[in-house]
Nanobody, 127 residues
Framework: VQLQASGGGLVQTGDSLRLSCAASGRTFNYYVVGWFRQAPGREREFVAAIGWSGGATDYADSVKGRFTISRDNAKNMVYLQMNSLKPEDTAVYYC?????????????????????WGQGTQVTVSS
């Protein structure tokens, strides 16, 4: 499966952005999708993930209550709605996918466990 992330940009503190992850190449079903981010000089970190049925989600503590992950399997799309953005959210955001038969599995917190990656989209939040 091929992934393409989009929707990043330059915003101010408190603004919102919606990132999109488009999948192609094969059915998007049976893939958990995660969003990760990487700031300069820091390791790639988990942000959010959603099980393939869409009913199970997980979030990093740093974004809980501000970010919402969702998916539309009919459109092969996963979204990350980011509200109340902070300067510390500044990073390159990546979507990633991993195959699973378990609809409730929301994936690993480690980026190393994901097999498929998009190219990343830059999010910059100015103070």
């Amino acid at each position: 499966v091929q992934l393409q992330a989009s929707g990043g940009g330059l915003v101010q503190t408190g603004d919102s952005l919606r990132l999109s992850c488009a999948a192609s190449g094969r059915t998007f079903n049976y893939y958990v999708v995660g969003w990760f981010r990487q700031a300069p000089g820091r390791e790639r970190e988990f942000v959010a993930a959603i099980g393939w049925s869409g009913g199970a989600t997980d979030y990093a503590d740093s974004v809980k209550g501000r970010f919402t992950i969702s998916r539309d399997n009919a459109k092969n799309m996963v979204y990350l709605q980011m509200n109340s953005l902070k300067p510390e959210d500044t990073a390159v955001y990546y979507c990633a996918a991993d195959h699973t038969w378990n609809p409730s599995y929301t994936g690993s917190y480690s980026w190393r466990d994901y097999d498929y990656w998009g190219q990343g989209t830059q999010v910059t939040v100015s103070s």
